[in-house]
């Protein structure tokens, strides 16, 4: 059974950065794909950057150049580096590994 825990989320100004971490269960971690998705107010959820098992990264037009995703083998840790974020960035951040989903992280971002 996977299990999923996302952090990082918070409230920050626009320009500012969060950095978000999803660990995940399970020892299959190293082989398939971590995706972050981002899920707005009203709206439905959004693929925002993928990193497969070999370290291939898609990442979604909107954050391209702002935003990063990493991984941690070793730690189980898949991570999402947000820079330079807009107030449109807003939105509850969730982590997918193999249609598991874990329970979401709110990302504010707001003056």
């Known amino acids: 059974q996977v299990r999923i825990v996302e952090s990082g989320g918070g409230l920050v100004q626009p320009g500012g950065s969060l950095r978000l971490s999803c660990v995940v269960s399970?020892?299959?971690?190293?082989?398939?794909?971590v995706r972050w998705y981002r899920q707005c107010p009203g709206e439905q959820r959004d693929l925002v950057a993928e990193?497969?098992?070999?370290?291939?990264?898609i990442y979604a037009d909107s954050v391209k150049g702002r935003f990063t995703i990493s991984r941690d083998n070793a730690k189980y840790t898949a991570y999402l580096q947000m820079n330079s974020l807009k107030p449109e960035d807003t939105g509850v951040y969730y982590c997918?590994?193999?249609?598991?989903w874990g329970q979401g992280t709110q990302v504010t971002v707001s003056s």
């Open positions: 990193i497969t098992g070999g370290g291939a990264r």
């Open positions: 399970g020892s299959l971690f190293s082989i398939y794909a």
């Open positions: 997918n590994f193999i249609q598991n």
